[in-house]
């Protein structure tokens, strides 16, 4: 079984920047995809960036990619996702993901991914 912990949401104006932690367990951690994904009200849950643990590979949303940076640091077992230049529409909760492969996935096949963290909010205002 993989854990992962979510931590870093908040509230921030517009423009401003959050940094989102997952924490893994449970599972070697350099055999996994671990990804971010959100999820606001009325909407199905989207991916938003990926990573290949074993081999730092990512992918980032066209929507975003200009904005969210994607990394991890494997001596804390933990993925982030930097985010900047804020916008309202960045508003919904964030969850981190994984899966049991060494090659991530498509981000839109967010249903292969089997572990799911609690979420964490993150609310932009205007």
Not at 55 to 75: C, H, Y
Request: glycine share 14%.
């Amino acid at each position: 079984q993989v854990q992962l912990v979510e931590s870093g949401g908040g509230s921030v104006q517009a423009g401003g920047s959050l940094r989102l932690s997952c924490v893994v367990s449970g599972h070697t951690y350099h055999n996994l995809c671990v990804g971010w994904f959100r999820q606001s009200a009325g909407k199905e849950r989207e991916g938003v960036a990926v990573i290949s643990t074993g081999g730092g590979r990512t992918r980032v949303a066209n929507s975003v990619k200009d904005r969210f940076t994607l990394s991890q640091d494997d001596t804390r077992n933990t993925v982030f996702l930097q985010m900047n230049s804020l916008k309202p529409e960045d508003t919904a909760t964030y969850y981190c993901g994984a899966v049991l492969y060494g090659v991530c996935p498509d981000l839109a096949s967010v249903r292969e991914f089997g572990f799911w963290g609690q979420g964490t909010q993150v609310t932009v205002s205007a």
